[in-house]
């Protein structure tokens, strides 16, 4: 073990990502869409707008894409 572990039952962890992965009833397109944040912002603003409307993963997913986005970068 690394001597920063004192037995097999503690763990590191680094460079870890939250990752939400969205499948649709129907899946129709062969790949999924990544889709990346920025400016600040996080993978929420994916989700929906801040007037309750539906947003972006909602949109790809009723066209049939899977829908991957990360809440976060470090």
């Known amino acids: 073990f690394p001597p920063e572990l004192s ?17 649709p009833a129907n899946v129709t397109q062969p790949l999924p869409l990544l889709i990346i944040h920025g400016h600040g912002m ?3 603003n994916f989700l929906n707008t801040p007037d309750g409307r539906l947003g972006w993963a909602d949109h790809f997913m ?3 894409y ?4 990360p809440f976060a970068f470090t």
Do not use: I
Request: a negative charge; aromatic letters at 4%; charged letters at 15%.
């Open 7 to 23: 037995s097999a039952t503690e763990a590191v962890s680094h460079g870890q990502m939250y990752v939400e992965h969205l499948v």
């Open 42 to 44: 996080t993978g929420t």
């Open 62 to 64: 009723s066209k049939g």
């Open 66 to 69: 899977e829908v991957c986005h």
